[in-house]
Nanobody, 126 residues
Framework: QVQLVESGGGLAQPGGSLRLSCAASGSIFSIKAMRWHRQAPGKQRELVAA??????????NYADSVKGRFTISRDNAKNTTHLQMNSLRPEDTAVYYCCAEILVVRGLSSFLNDYWGQGTQVTVSS
């Protein structure tokens, strides 16, 4: 079994900062990518940031709306990813979900699937 647990959400003022963390645990052989998505009330879930393992290291990409304000990072030894969110805006208010593309090996078979956390609420308001 694989579990993802997020932490670090809460209330921030406009212009403030929050740092989200997500820890993956369980029968993990390797993690190919870790992503943060968010879903605001009445809106579709959207990709915020992603970090992917490539031959030369990690590759990151961001939604245009958060470029220059959010930074995704990962600690491969701890199967953890963080999302540093600066210069927060009211429109960043949403439930933030961590997702990891994880390779699980069982016997002679391997499975690459997306696993999701339960979500953490981020509210930006004065």
């Amino acid at each position: 079994q694989v579990q993802l647990v997020e932490s670090g959400g809460g209330l921030a003022q406009p212009g403030g900062s929050l740092r989200l963390s997500c820890a993956a645990s369980g029968s993990i052989f390797s993690i190919k990518a870790m992503r943060w998505h968010r879903q605001a009330p009445g809106k579709q879930r959207e990709l915020v940031a992603a970090i992917t393992s490539v031959t030369s290291g990690d590759s990151t990409n961001y939604a245009d709306s958060v470029k220059g304000r959010f930074t995704i990072s990962r600690d491969n030894a701890k199967n953890t990813t963080h999302l540093q969110m600066n210069s927060l805006r009211p429109e960043d208010t949403a439930v933030y979900y961590c997702c990891a593309e994880i390779l699980v090996v069982r016997g002679l078979s391997s499975f690459l699937n997306d696993y999701w956390g339960q979500g953490t609420q981020v509210t930006v308001s004065s």
